[in-house]
């Protein structure tokens, strides 16, 4: 019953997954409104996070499709088997298919790819949450080929016609703002921007994502993050490096920050060679002498 923002909070917690209040309140809008929302972010900021924890509160289905260049219709909505439609005219010209059907281009022989399965799913009785990941990677035609599902919940097959949702599904899109989403798309969505969390809202993260890091190393990690994230580097650490860097402190049973852990385990928290070389040592000890 996710019928106010302080419910949507609260379900989200109970999930692990802390949310600030802009983000339960485009949720919520979301969930009532029948309408996508578009999540934009630095990568690592737990934008992916919001679907898998929001189908996991409203026990739906998650249908994922993970965005890349080149992405088209036939990989994303639908195909036709070709190999299988191929052997049933073969069998026909043999007669042993006599009396079957001859089309074609019926269910049959469809292969339903993710944003086609997000559309009929709802038919079964559970909507399920879409997930368009990383939405900024694919090419710029792509996102017109989403402007019907975004509009009114249907896709058009040429070969068998309209198929609309009974039950609309719950729309997720996240990007990295590699590239700016065009405005079409933009009109048909709730916008919330993921910014990066403040020190309480992270270490709050780290105590319920690593609860075996001591209390210690939990706060001092975070504030080294927080520190870090304000230095001039090619890619600031998102919540995903710092959860990464915790588990990789606890494994190698530390208890408080050292010069030495800190500058051994640089590779976990960033990841280019640049940003590396930069903070490690002289830097790195002064980050932590503000500690």
């Known amino acids: 019953m996710l019928n106010s923002v302080n419910a949507v909070e609260q379900a989200l917690l109970r999930h692990d997954y802390v949310a600030d209040r802009a983000l339960a309140v485009a949720l919520l809008l979301a969930l009532k409104l029948n309408k996508p929302l578009l999540l ?85 009785g559970k909507p399920p949450v879409l997930l368009i990941d990383e939405l ?3 090419d710029e035609e792509f996102e017109a080929f989403l402007l019907e599902l975004l509009s ?3 896709i058009t097959i040429p070969e068998i ?4 949702a ?24 709730i916008y919330q921007w993921v910014n ?16 075996d890091a001591p209390e210690t190393l939990r706060r001092q990690l975070v504030n080294f993050v927080q520190r870090v994230r304000l230095l001039d580097l090619y890619k600031l650490p998102g919540v995903a490096e710092t959860l990464d860097w915790a588990m990789a402190l606890v494994a190698l049973d530390q208890h408080a920050l050292t010069t030495e852990a800190v500058n051994d385990t640089l590779g976990v928290l960033l990841k280019y ?18 500690l």
């Open 166 to 189: 009974e039950a609309p599904p719950l729309v997720l899109l996240t990007s990295n703002r590699t590239r700016e989403i065009h405005d079409a798309l933009k009109r048909r969505c």
């Open 152 to 154: 009114d919940f249907q």
């Open 40 to 124: 934009e972010g630095e990568a690592g900021v737990g934008k992916t996070q919001v679907a898998k924890t929001l189908a996991a509160v409203l026990d739906r289905p998650l249908i994922r499709l993970q965005c890349y260049e080149g992405l088209d219709v036939n990989t994303t909505i639908y195909e036709w088997n070709y190999q299988a439609q191929l052997l049933h005219i073969r069998l026909m010209e043999a007669g042993a298919a006599r009396g079957e059907t001859t089309d074609l281009f019926g269910e049959r022989f469809l292969i339903k790819r993710p944003l086609l399965q997000a559309i009929e799913l709802g038919a079964e």
């Open 161 to 164: 016609g309209t198929i609309r």
């Open 136 to 138: 900024d990677r694919t």
């Open 196 to 211: 990066y969390p403040t020190a309480q809202k992270e270490l709050e993260i780290v105590t319920r994502k690593v609860p």
């Open 273 to 290: 060679q640049d940003d590396i070389e930069q903070l490690k040592g002289a830097e790195v000890a002064r980050l932590l002498a503000e």
